[in-house]
């Protein structure tokens, strides 16, 4: 059965028929993924505290998280069409959904001559940029989000709720700009997406304005973020800005990518400051048609703390059995100061599990290693 027919008898049983008339331009689409993650040691920083252990786990969407989708557009005539997307996480162990997360994101908007404009829960900018660039994916042992959540203290927020969303069309061959805003990125009721912040109440507004040039071999995003936080601790209030820059170069043989960000906070009732850079550089280099290796090192600094810096770099290896179906295996070490509290994690969530929100967690241990397989559709 086709996508497009699985996706429209899935719909008949959840929509009126009446609403059905134009199922057919409807795609289903997906991803399974299931794995064995291993880590150990200590990484040296406050989260493990000089304590060396073991955990072994088999775990889902290690490369990438499990998800069902659905997309679709509507002519609507004079070029102009209505676009949407939704799309839903699941565990691979149990075939649960994530709960409340597991609304991935859901949108809705309109594509025409003059650009692109979207509404609902979209994915976060700055994890999305790190993953483009992040020879990993923002996932796997090597990822390198979790290490940028956690000494900048503002998490990869991975989805923003209540948010609207601006692409131009090309104003010059490969680039576009965006431009986004959200009225409550915490959602209104604190997600622990900001460090030691779990109590903040009322509007979390955050804008967003990147540049994005995507010609032939070369990538390049350049993108400033501004998130503010009400607090309901005494009524002080949280403000960042966040200053992010990729690249990458295809030459054939391989691939060069590069990364930076600076976050900085400022706390207008104590006047602290929080000042956090991150950086990373990547190769891919494809040997075959069907197997790739990759590499990464990744620093991220903590400059408002001292001995608080955290440094890890990965290898690994992919090999496709087809355009839809792949093994992989992935190497990781981090190195961690007195102070810091970074550990390995299987993506930029952070913690010993699954996080929240893209929340800064702690993971564990200065060794990782996964080995999975992976499927889309």
């Known amino acids: 059965m086709s996508k497009k027919l699985l996706a429209a008898a899935i719909a008949a049983a959840l929509v009126p028929t009446a609403v059905l008339a134009e199922a057919s331009n409807v795609t289903m689409y997906g991803r399974i993924d299931y794995g064995f993650m291993s880590r150990g040691g200590d990484s040296g920083g406050l989260s493990q505290g000089g304590r060396e252990g073991r955990l072994n786990d088999f775990e889902d969407g290690i490369q ?29 162990d149990s ?39 992040d020879p990993f994916k923002n996932q796997t042992v090597a990822n390198a989000g979790s290490l940028f959540g ?24 490969g680039l576009k700009f965006l431009a986004a805003y ?84 400022d706390d207008s009732a104590s006047e602290a400051i929080s000042d956090a850079d991150g950086w990373l550089i990547g190769l891919t280099v494809p040997v075959t048609t069907n197997f790739a290796i990759k590499t990464s090192y990744v620093k991220a600094n903590d400059d408002a703390r001292n001995n608080a810096d955290c440094k890890k770099w990965g290898v690994g290896g992919e090999y496709s059995f087809s355009k839809r179906t792949q093994a992989y295996a992935t190497f990781a070490k981090l190195s961690a100061d007195s102070a810091a509290t970074c550990g390995i994690s299987k993506n930029a969530a952070g913690g010993n599990g699954t996080g929240s929100n893209g929340a800064g967690g702690t993971g564990y241990g200065d060794t990782g290693f996964n080995i999975g397989l992976a499927h889309t559709f």
């Open 150 to 173: 956690v000494t900048s203290g503002l998490g990869q927020a991975d989805r923003a709720d209540n948010a609207v969303v601006y692409i131009t069309p090309e104003v010059a061959p």
């Open 64 to 92: 990438g998280t499990n998800r069902i989708g659905f997309r679709g557009s509507e002519a609507l005539g004079n070029g102009l069409k209505a676009i949407f997307e939704f799309e839903f996480g699941f565990s691979g």
């Open 182 to 265: 959200t009225t409550s990125l915490l959602s209104e009721a604190g997600s622990g997406a900001i460090a030691g912040q779990d109590t903040e109440t009322g509007d979390t507004p955050l804008y967003a304005l990147a540049a994005l040039y995507n010609n032939g071999p070369i990538s390049v995003t350049l993108d400033y973020e501004n998130l503010k936080i009400k607090r309901a601790n005494a009524g002080r209030d949280l403000e960042f800005d966040l200053w992010v820059a990729g690249a990458s170069y295809d030459f054939g043989v391989a691939k060069l990518s590069a990364y930076y960000e600076n976050t900085k906070g």
């Open 95 to 133: 075939g649960q959904s994530f709960g409340a997360t597991s609304n991935r994101h859901s949108w809705i908007g309109l594509e025409g001559a003059f650009g692109t404009v979207l509404g609902g829960r979209v994915d976060g900018a700055r994890y999305s940029f790190v993953g483009q660039y």
